[in-house]
């Protein structure tokens, strides 16, 4: 929704997919970034509100007001007229005019951002972690099929990750680090128990869910209820894998027909990525769909693989998979370290450059950011991915909602 004065005030406001209490508590965690955040007293139970002061000296606030409407939430922010003159945003350090306006205009742009990721592995989800605490409609697409035996085993700078893609799901998009940890310990626990010896726990709950339910798309559904997941995971492939006549689940191709960006996580292709887009119906829906499409490069080949590291090799076979070009490529252009450098070559991997004459056919705009992460892993950051995925979606949104404003 477009900016709207009245009375000396500019209103900005749309409406959020969650709860009432769910918003407050989302809002509160986007606005803390500019300022400190006073809550307001309210004998409505339809409505909540709190004020964001910008600067204890002049006290200027926004006024975040949060009402419970049919079709999920209405946000409004109330900012006074001088407010765009502001660069002092107290405790939080300062911010250019441009910056503290532009955020507060793509804000509610972000709360309403509808995200299908689709891929597996480690790709998926770092991608998922960055977009956990930013995307209010976030979903996960994965074919459900049992990981490549060649694949390596996932894992991140706290330790092993589950080897499966629902795992993978779930444990990025726990709540909280803490929990994260707790989860991945217990989805790749093997049990010792007479019968239930080597047996994954993960497996095993995720199977006597399914029993219950009836379908894996169930279990999955009731494992992100039970352990309060950000987000929902969806089976490119109906009914059980190798039952035959799998077909594409509705749920996945609903997802990415109702998304307003697609993303196609990092990965490999072959171990990664075809896999869920090779789903029947998969392909189809991606190239169909009005959203936003955006895909992640890798930054880093796969150790002793024969992958060509140029982003080019990575976003044309693609493109020629789906038949369609993409709107963004979004690439990292942040050195590795020597250490890393020689680390990786040692093991026979190397960095993915950015190739852009080569990439260009297959994409509307290629985007290159700093987004490889601080540390020994060859990864994407994932707050560094999470925050430009958000704001190029918000982008993508406020663009047309403008387009659309001038049309009528």
Not at 13 to 21: E, N
Not at 193 to 207: D, E, I, N, S
């Amino acid at each position: 929704m477009l900016p709207v004065k009245r009375g000396g005030l500019t209103r900005t406001g749309a409406v959020l997919p969650a709860s009432l209490d769910q918003a407050l508590h989302r809002c509160i965690a986007l606005a803390s970034h500019f300022g400190t955040i006073r809550l307001t007293r309210s004998d409505n139970l339809n409505r909540r509100e709190f004020l964001l002061e910008l600067d204890d000296s002049v006290a200027p606030r926004l006024r975040w007001t949060l009402t419970r409407v049919a079709t999920g939430t209405q946000l409004t922010i109330s900012r006074p007229p001088g407010i765009a003159r502001l660069t002092n945003l107290g405790r939080r350090g300062s911010a250019v005019d441009r910056q503290l306006g532009r955020g507060l205009e793509l804000l509610p742009h972000i709360a309403s951002l509808k995200i299908a990721v689709v891929g597996g592995g480690t790709g998926l989800y770092t991608t998922l972690l960055g977009l956990r605490d930013r995307s209010w409609s976030l979903t996960a697409v994965i074919s459900g099929l049992p990981r490549n035996p060649a694949a390596l085993a996932p894992k991140d700078d706290l330790g092993a990750l589950p080897s499966d893609d629902a795992g993978l799901c779930l444990v990025s998009l726990t709540p909280s680090v803490a929990e994260n940890v707790v989860l991945r310990s217990l989805l790749t626990h093997r049990m010792e128990t007479t019968g239930w010896r080597r047996a994954h726990f993960g497996t095993a709950l995720l199977t006597a869910l399914e029993e219950i339910g009836g379908s894996r798309q169930v279990a999955f559904d009731r494992a992100a209820e039970l352990l309060g997941i950000h987000g929902r995971i969806v089976l490119a492939l109906g009914g059980a894998v190798g039952e035959a006549g799998s077909r594409a689940d509705g749920g996945a191709v609903a997802a990415l027909s109702d998304a307003d960006m697609i993303v196609i996580a990092p990965g490999h292709l072959e171990l990664d990525l075809i896999p869920v887009l090779c789903c029947p119906g998969i392909i189809a829906a991606v190239r169909d769909s009005q959203a936003l499409k955006v895909v992640v490069t890798k930054i880093m080949t796969a150790e002793d693989s024969d992958e060509v590291p140029r982003t080019s090799h990575y976003v044309g076979p693609l493109r020629a998979l789906i038949g369609t070009k993409f709107d963004v490529v979004l690439a990292n252009s942040r050195p590795f370290s020597p250490g890393q450098l020689r680390a990786y070559a040692a093991a026979g991997a190397h960095p993915v450059g950015l190739d852009l004459e080569e990439t260009t056919p297959s994409t509307f705009s290629i985007l290159a950011e700093p987004l490889a992460a601080a540390g020994d892993l060859a990864r994407h950051d994932p707050e560094e991915l999470g925050q430009c995925l958000v704001e190029i979606g918000a982008e993508h949104l406020l663009t047309a909602g403008n387009a659309q404003a001038r049309g009528a």
